[in-house]
Nanobody, 126 residues
Framework: VQLQASGGGLAQVGDSLRLSCAAS????????VGWFRQAPGKEREFVAGINGRNGATYYRESVKGRFTISRDNAKNTVSLQMSSLKPEDTATYYC????????????????????WGQGTLVTVSS
């Protein structure tokens, strides 16, 4: 299984970036997929998630209204559209996947996901 993230880079405050993740998963639509991030010296934290079949989405509070997660089950990809970027969004972003849907009780935990990508660095400069 491989999750290949791309799209990171250097941005200015207020800019937009789009992250993409290509997954080599059979029955991709049966997986919940999502994005976590980890800033230097900090724990990995949940950013956004989306279920496979019902398309339910989840976001951490600080990115609501700025980030949008989406998926294309035909292409086995998940994307994270980030806008109005802030310096505190600076981190390495990881895409992740796990079989079955998530709910508000388990979507936020790193322990709820089996597969992880290698990460892509997003740096927001002021």
């Amino acid at each position: 299984v491989q999750l290949q993230a791309s799209g990171g880079g250097l941005a200015q405050v207020g800019d937009s970036l789009r992250l993409s993740c290509a997954a080599s998963l059979r029955s991709f639509s049966s997986y919940a997929v999502g994005w976590f991030r980890q800033a230097p010296g900090k724990e990995r934290e949940f950013v956004a998630g989306i279920n496979g079949r019902n398309g339910a989405t989840y976001y951490r509070e600080s990115v609501k209204g700025r980030f949008t997660i989406s998926r294309d089950n035909a292409k086995n990809t998940v994307s994270l559209q980030m806008s109005s970027l802030k310096p505190e969004d600076t981190a390495t972003y990881y895409c992740t996947a796990d079989w079955g849907p998530k709910s508000s009780t388990n979507v936020y935990s790193t322990k709820s996901y089996q597969y992880w990508g290698q990460g892509t660095l997003v740096t927001v400069s002021s």
